[in-house]
């Protein structure tokens, strides 16, 4: 259901016009009174350790506030004691759905406020609790102007793979209605355009211990894996890329093989991350395992073995809606829960702070980042309604023609 009355567009008027047309974007500022209330409702957010498995409390609390002001509030268990949040005001089926995760990444750092420097840090402060805060506060007096058509959802599991995206998209009880989403992650405030996709895997190389000075009695793994990441360094050059996302790349991450210098090696393994540009993950599963087929074989020959083993199917390039006036675009090389939600739908992907320190231990932002995300999550919501709704007149004009 999408409302199409010009009545309810002209009661999003008033909110798009938060800034006179001539001051400057910084000039825009929320009313103290909602000010306060996202303070308020961030620290309480950040206060409560929410590392991924972790984010009954986090989420009882969440649940709680978001009851006391007005909201519908089911929860979905995704697995024992980890549940999702979607919120609602009248209606279940909305066309909006605004959505961040509770988890975050280990360790938990305390919240501060440094008044002097404006600095709010913390285990996520930024990533994701930033998003939270400000998605709650947006739909502060918008909610009724849209009619209620609008719902909240927030996920566990984010960090680690996704799990509570993944079992939201498969959930006998969702709603069906979503037709705009908005994701929130750390973005710099900007829209991003899309990321990369991602393909992991770790490589497990098998060999014969043998006493160092009789090697030939052995058969090295850790020359065999040696021997695949040399493949590998020379096939990372040739991966698909695009002019959008750049160059697929590969990162070793983690490399580990033997136990002794005087010892044959037994076992090596490496960990590894490819993030891709272009083309689908079978494409470049397929590159991976032509590359390594020579050295497979020559250490099959002799008694070891190199296997590949898929840390998931892997995903390609994620191409996310950004075609909205007035906001700066750009696209990122991290992966986030936008391809775990399936569905045809416009998605949007936006959110306060900087990627870069969201897993440091100095995640911090400023209040007044916090603070104009709200009205940009305002402004998106009325922009992407706008565009949305236009397209589906276009659509309708299109049938009757027919
Ligand atoms: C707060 O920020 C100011 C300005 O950057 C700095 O001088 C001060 O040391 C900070 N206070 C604390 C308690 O970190
Ligand atoms: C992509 O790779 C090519 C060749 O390996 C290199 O010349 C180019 O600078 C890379 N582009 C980016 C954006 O890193
Ligand atoms: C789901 O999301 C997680 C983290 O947000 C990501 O690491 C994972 O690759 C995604 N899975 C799929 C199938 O897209
Ligand atoms: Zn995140």
Redesign the pocket.
């Known amino acids: 259901m999408i409302f199409r009355s010009l009545a309810v567009l002209a009661l999003l008027v008033p909110i798009l016009t938060t800034a006179t047309p001539t001051a400057a974007p910084e000039l825009t500022t929320l009313d103290p009174a909602t000010s306060d209330e996202l303070l308020h409702l961030h620290r309480k957010l950040v206060e409560v350790e929410s590392i991924t498995s972790n984010e009954e409390d986090v989420g009882k609390w969440l649940s709680k506030y978001l009851r006391r002001h007005d909201w519908t509030v089911e929860t979905q268990e995704v697995s024992k004691t980890r549940y999702n949040l979607l919120a609602y005001g009248k209606k279940r089926e909305t066309t909006i759905l605004l959505t961040s995760h509770i988890d975050t990444v280990p360790p938990f750092w305390p919240y501060y406020y440094n008044k002097t420097s404006d600095i709010i840090g913390g285990r996520g402060s930024v990533d994701a609790k930033a998003s939270v805060a400000a998605q709650i506060m947006a739909t502060v007096g918008l909610k009724e102007q849209l009619q209620d058509d609008i719902s909240l959802l927030f996920v566990v599991g984010e960090e680690t793979g996704g799990d509570g995206m993944r079992a939201f998209s498969a959930w006998d009880k969702r709603p069906s209605s979503h037709e705009i989403i908005i994701f929130g992650e750390p973005t710099e405030a900007k829209l991003v355009c899309g990321h990369k996709g991602m393909l992991g895997f770790a490589l497990k190389a098998t060999g014969k211990a043998a006493h160092s000075g009789y090697p030939w009695l052995g058969v090295s793994a850790n020359d065999v894996l040696v021997e695949a990441l040399g493949e590998l360094l020379e096939l990372r ?1 040739h991966l698909p ?1 695009s002019e959008k996302y ?2 697929t790349t590969m990162n070793f991450g983690r490399i580990q093989g033997g136990v002794a210098a005087n010892v044959v090696a037994e076992t090596a393994s490496a960990n590894i991350a490819t993030r891709l540009a272009a083309g689908t993950p079978d494409v470049v599963r397929g590159l991976i395992i032509s590359a390594l087929k020579d050295v497979k074989a020559a250490a099959q020959k002799q008694g070891g073995d190199l296997d590949i083993e898929w840390a998931s199917e892997g995903y390609g390039p994620v191409d996310i809606n950004c075609n909205i006036d007035g906001f700066e675009t750009l696209t990122v090389n991290y992966g986030t829960d936008v391809p775990n939600l399936s569905g045809d739908h416009k998605r949007y992907l936006y959110g306060p702070g900087s990627i870069f320190v969201a897993h440091s231990d100095h995640e911090a932002l400023k209040r007044k980042e916090l603070e104009e995300a709200v009205l940009d999550y305002r402004r998106l919501i009325v922009k992407a309604t706008e565009v949305h709704q236009k397209q589906r007149a276009q659509q309708d004009e299109e049938q009757v023609e027919l």
């Open positions: 050059k890329w750049g160059n």
